[in-house]
């Protein structure tokens, strides 16, 4: 498409300076750095996110972990599924709802979790090694205030499962 004329839209706003598109990148510079630096353990961030939540609950149901994250619960169920496969999660019927699944971490788990925090919080580091001690404090403060204002209001404007 060398020959076709720019729009004013394609001149205006580029790409490099659009948050949504940076946001997008930044994720997936860290999802590279998680990937290179826990690659022994074979797990993704978003179980890695799961395996978090669940040893701070103790026990919790696959919904719970689910809001946890801030994930959907088909997803969550899914990584859930994956992690049991493997060992590191327990999942049994609820006790009052037989649709509903509880989960712990198992003895496997909770070591998994161990060996890999070290590897893991060096991914999260590096992905904003780039700023300075100062920045990177002001950067996740942003982040977080962005969360806070704007997930709350999502959650509140979505619908049950």
């Avoid at 998680?34 to 022994?40: G, L, S």
Wanted: glycine letters at 4%; charged letters at 25%; aromatic letters at 4%.
């Amino acid at each position: 498409m060398a020959g076709r004329n720019k729009t004013k839209a394609d001149v205006s706003w580029p790409l490099e300076e659009r948050p949504g598109y940076l946001i997008r990148r930044l994720h997936q510079i860290h999802v590279a750095l998680f990937q290179e630096k826990c690659a022994a353990y074979e797990i993704t961030p978003l179980q890695y996110s799961l395996l978090t939540a669940l040893a701070k609950r103790g026990t919790a149901d696959q919904t719970a972990l689910a809001q946890d994250i801030a994930l959907d619960r088909t997803t969550t169920t899914g990584a859930l599924k994956r992690l049991q496969a493997r060992g590191f999660v327990d999942r049994s019927i609820g006790p009052h709802d037989r649709r509903s699944r509880t989960c712990r971490l198992t003895r496997s788990g909770a070591a998994l979790l161990r060996k890999i925090e070290r590897p893991a919080r060096a991914a999260h580091l590096a992905t904003i090694a780039d700023l300075s001690k100062a920045d990177q404090k002001r950067f996740i403060a942003m982040m977080q205030a962005i969360v806070a204002a704007r997930g709350q209001r999502l959650d509140a404007t979505r619908s049950p499962d």
